[in-house]
T-cell receptor, first 112, second 114 residues
Framework: QQKVQQSPESLSVPEGGMASLNCTSSDRNFQYFWWYRQHSGEGPKALMSIFSDGDKKEGRFTAHLNKASLHVSLHIRDSQPSDSALYFC????????????FGLGTTLQVQP | SVLLYQKPNRDICQSGTSLKIQCVADSQVVSMFWYQQFQEQSLMLMATANEGSEATYESGFTKDKFPISRPNLTFSTLTVNNARPGDSSIYFCSSRVTTNSDYTFGSGTRLLVI
């Protein structure tokens, strides 16, 4: 079973619009979350991490974590064509090794 | 954050041969991770490599097929043995400096097995 589930699989928003991505961990050992973005031909790059309940805002990006349900979301306001990419939710475990497990990803297309 | 340099960037090899991928960190890191990514799909964790000990492999990945070395705190190699077309994918190394920092990734090695 996939430990990290993401939805939707793909998303299209107009330029200037809001994009909302969702993620859930099915394993309570994985409760530290990251959002990564990967443009075609590049390696994934960390957008932001969130470890505590509530919201975390960094520029146009806001993440929200509910630790009770292990649900995390990412909201991108004022979406730009350059935001078009593959977005991954990733979760790390609480042990010493803290390996990072990725969801299947959400493809975001921002229409100019 | 740590910077990771991989080489080669891409390679083409014949079925049945072996290929070695190198990952160099610009600072010392405790753990290095290796991931496999098929085109436009998720990143699958292959193994965790700590200095001076055997790598720990995830389900579906074995030491015989993907041996990993970690001779010091800034270097790791991943070997793909007896390469098959199904191994054609992108391989990434990853690490982080502290337990609170982001995991960074190398630029990836694109492997095509023909």
């Amino acid at each position: 079973q996939q430990k990290v589930q993401q939805s939707p699989e793909s998303l299209s928003v107009p330029e200037g619009g809001m994009a909302s991505l969702n993620c859930t961990s099915s394993d309570r050992n994985f409760q530290y979350f990251w959002w990564y973005r990967q443009h075609s031909g590049e390696g994934p790059k960390a957008l932001m991490s969130i470890f505590s309940d509530g919201d975390k805002k960094e520029g146009r990006f806001t993440a929200h974590l509910n630790k009770a349900s292990l649900h995390v979301s990412l909201h991108i306001r004022d979406s730009q064509p350059s935001d078009s990419a593959l977005y991954f939710c990733a979760a790390s475990e609480t042990g010493n090794t803290r390996k990072l497990i990725f969801g299947l990803g959400t493809t975001l297309q921002v229409q100019p | 954050s740590v910077l990771l340099y991989q080489k080669p960037n891409r390679d083409i090899c014949q079925s049945g041969t072996s290929l070695k991928i190198q990952c160099v960190a610009d600072s010392q890191v405790v753990s290095m991770f290796w991931y496999q990514q098929f085109q436009e799909q998720s990143l699958m964790l292959m193994a965790t490599a700590n200095e001076g000990s055997e790598a720990t492999y995830e389900s579906g990945f074995t030491k015989d097929k993907f041996p990993i070395s970690r001779p010091n705190l800034t270097f790791s190699t991943l070997t793909v043995n007896n390469a098959r077309p199904g191994d054609s994918s992108i391989y990434f190394c990853s690490s982080r400096v502290t337990t609170n920092s982001d995991y960074t990734f190398g630029s990836g090695t694109r492997l095509l097995v023909i």
